[in-house]
């Protein structure tokens, strides 16, 4: 077992985690199943457009889209928490899928994907 603590590495970033979003109909964050914990996917921002799609404009590089995908990834480890109470009871994370907003010509989506590594 590692020593290792995502809440004080989070400190250690400057990172708080946002408050966990409000359940909206039948959708909640995070489900448990034993020791399975699935977490729902993570939007941003409901507001869809072109100035927020990657690529569109020297804003939206993929360095400033990288960091859109870290505070997906935040929104993410709210829900996680907010269910299990402490992330340092996660063990491992067994799949990581994430989606890109960008334009046609975008090519950097793996990059993009890898903003939710910094942690």
């Known amino acids: 077992?590692?020593?290792?603590?995502?809440?004080?590495?989070?400190?250690?970033l400057g990172l708080t985690l946002p408050p966990q979003r409000a359940a909206v109909g039948n959708y909640v964050g995070a489900a448990q199943d034993g020791n399975l914990v699935l977490v729902a996917g993570m939007?941003?921002?409901?507001?869809?457009?072109?100035?927020?799609?990657?690529?569109?404009?020297?804003?939206?590089?993929?360095?400033?889209a990288m960091r859109r995908r870290g505070w997906t990834i935040l929104s993410a480890l709210s829900s996680l928490k907010s269910l299990i109470g402490d992330l340092n009871r996660v063990q491992s994370i067994m799949r990581v899928y994430g989606m890109v907003n960008s334009v046609p010509e975008f090519e950097r989506h793996p990059e993009v994907i890898d903003g939710a590594s910094i942690f």
């Not at 077992?1 to 250690?12: A, H, K, S, V």
């Not at 939007?43 to 400033?64: E, H, I, K």
Request: glycine residues 2%; neutral net charge.
């Open 43 to 64: 939007v941003r921002s409901t507001v869809r457009s072109n100035s927020t799609r990657a690529g569109w404009d020297a804003n939206t590089t993929w360095p400033p």
């Open 1 to 12: 077992m590692t020593d290792f603590n995502p809440e004080l590495r989070l400190t250690e």
